[in-house]
C-alpha cells in the first residue's frame, strides 16, 4: 500500500507564493509517475501538473503555466509543487497522486491512470 501525504498549503493574499510537498511511503519512488491535482468548491478535480519518474519531463495544465512549477526529489520520496503569483481561482483542495509503473518519460494527465491519491491539502488565496 502506498501512503501519499500533502502539505504545505494555506491561505494566502493574490500575488503569493506557495509550495506544496507530497510526501511517499514507498520503497522505490522512482517507479512512480506523480500528479497533482486540484478541486474547488462545487466543482469537478481537475489537473494541474504532471512530473515523469525521474523528474526529467513535468507537463501543465494551461491554467497554471507559467505560475507553477512541479519538482520531486527521488531520494526524499517527496514531489512539490511550487506556486507563484496565486490568483483566487486557484483557490481548491490541492491532491497528489502516484501512477506506478509508468514508462520512464510519460506524464500521465488523466486522473484514472493513477492509482494512489493523498488525502489533499487546502490552498485559499483572497482577493
Known amino acids: 500500500q502506498v501512503l501519499l501525504v500533502e502539505s504545505g498549503g494555506g491561505m494566502v493574499q493574490a500575488g503569493g507564493s506557495l509550495r506544496l510537498s507530497c510526501a511517499a511511503s514507498?520503497?522505490?519512488?522512482?517507479?512512480?509517475?506523480m500528479g497533482w491535482f486540484r478541486q474547488a468548491p462545487g466543482k469537478e478535480c481537475v489537473f494541474v501538473a504532471a512530473i515523469s519518474r525521474s523528474g526529467g519531463r513535468v507537463y501543465y495544465a494551461d491554467s497554471v503555466e507559467g505560475r507553477f512549477s512541479a519538482s520531486r526529489d527521488n531520494a526524499r520520496n517527496t514531489v512539490y509543487l511550487q506556486m507563484n503569483m496565486l490568483k483566487p481561482e486557484d483557490t481548491a483542495v490541492y491532491y497528489c497522486?502516484?501512477?506506478?509503473?509508468?514508462?520512464?518519460?510519460?506524464?500521465?494527465?488523466?486522473?484514472?491512470?493513477?492509482?494512489?491519491w493523498g488525502q489533499g491539502t487546502q490552498v485559499t488565496v483572497s482577493s
Open positions: 497522486a502516484a501512477d506506478r509503473d509508468v514508462a520512464s518519460m510519460e506524464i500521465p494527465t488523466l486522473q484514472r491512470v493513477y492509482d494512489y
Open positions: 514507498v520503497r522505490i519512488f522512482s517507479r512512480y509517475a
